[in-house]
């Protein structure tokens, strides 16, 4: 492992972007733990006379930014495209959309399809579901609607019929093949069940971003869609890009930072339960659904930040290990020393701890 790790997480934003968020987006940020890019970091020895050039814009639900180095003076790779290429993201995967390719799988009982999204979507989730033992699920979708986080929630509170809706959820209820035209044909084994990538999406969306990016000859860029991130190269000062990640607590318009760390040539995606959850008679109740027990997680892990190459990956990676908890997740970080991973939990006292990965302890700056 490198000693100058390339990260990348859910919410980044510079300094500026921090102290200029209107008040009614801050809910924005309920899914992770934020990232925050900062101007300093460390030093190319080469030159960077090119253009910054900054996008900003809403997809997805939330926001994207992105900054890229160019020569040109007016580069083709301009809001307009991305808005564009966000909005056929969208119809590909996005549960959001009645039109989108998810929403037609949903609708019916089987779909055949060459979308390379879409196909891509199902793949990967597929990995991640067996090399996580079924703690990522993109099938949740009835349980997530049930506890009051999902699209249609249902807000039955403390009466969510569980086992019925376990019936209904679960990834090995659902079959996929490629043809050998290239075709993926994906059926339900189980009328009823639906499936939804919202823990995975955009970070496939950076890692598209990214790629649409290099095609272009464009080698420096930091990558924000929904705060998964993906960098490469250096910043408008010759300097490695730089972030910092968000202390997990509760708070809506002011934040702290807990860890700092360079982002080179990586991808970052952070899953966290202190946010996005509602309180009833003093119990607390996350966004994050068990696919085993299709209950809210209840345990000591905060949050979960994953650095890998692919940000789709660090973002289903997140997912599963904020599932898993903190001895599953460990346990799970050792089994796969090719993912690097930072934890916050809670001690028995309340105090926040952390656990980092070989890969990058030397990296990684706590604050």
């Known amino acids: ?13 510079t300094l500026e972007d921090k102290n200029n968020i209107p008040r009614h987006k801050a809910g924005i940020f309920f899914r ?8 300093g970091g460390m030093v190319c020895s080469c030159a960077k006379p090119n253009k910054l050039v900054e996008i900003k814009g809403e997809a997805q639900g939330t926001f994207y930014s992105i900054k890229y180095l160019s020569e040109e003076a007016n580069p083709p790779l301009n809001k307009f495209y991305f808005d564009n290429l966000f909005a056929s993201i969208d119809s590909s995967l996005s549960i959001y959309k009645p039109y989108s390719l998810v929403n037609k799988f949903n609708d019916g009982d089987s779909i055949l399809t060459n979308d390379p999204w ?12 067996h090399e996580s033992n079924g703690a990522f699920d993109p099938s949740v979708v009835h349980l997530v609607n049930a506890w009051g986080f999902g699209p249609d929630s249902k807000s039955y509170g403390a009466d969510v019929p569980i086992d019925s809706l376990l019936r209904i959820s679960g990834w090995d209820k659902v079959d996929f093949e490629i043809l050998s035209d290239g075709r993926m044909l994906i059926k339900k084994k189980v009328k009823g069940i639906k499936i939804e990538f919202n823990a995975i999406a955009q970070g496939y969306a950076s890692d598209i971003i990214a790629e649409r990016l290099e095609q272009s000859n464009i080698k420096d860029y930091l990558i924000d869609a929904g705060g998964e991130l993906r960098a490469s190269g250096f910043n408008q000062n010759g300097e490695i890009w730089k972030i910092g990640i968000d202390k997990p607590v509760a708070l809506q318009y002011s934040r702290e930072i807990v860890a700092v760390i360079p982002l080179e040539n990586a991808s970052v995606a952070t899953s966290g339960s202190y946010r996005k959850y509602y309180e009833v008679d003093g119990v607390k109740y996350s966004h994050a659904i068990s696919p085993k027990t299709g209950r809210p997680v209840d345990h000591s892990l905060l ?5 890998t190459d692919s940000c789709s990956l660090a973002d289903a990676y997140a997912t599963a290990i904020m599932i898993m908890g903190l001895d599953e997740g460990k346990e799970f970080l050792i089994d796969h020393p090719e993912i690097d991973a930072y934890l916050v939990y809670s001690d028995p006292s309340g105090e ?10 030397e990296a990684l700056k706590e604050l």
């Open 1 to 13: 492992m490198i000693s100058v790790y390339r990260p990348k997480m859910l919410v980044l934003m």
């Open 32 to 39: 992770t733990a934020t990232i925050l890019l900062f101007v």
């Open 118 to 129: 879409f196909i891509q979507m199902v793949l990967q989730s597929d990995k991640v579901y």
């Open 303 to 307: 949050s979960v930040t994953v650095i």
């Open 352 to 361: 926040l701890q952390s656990y980092t990965t070989q890969g990058i302890k």
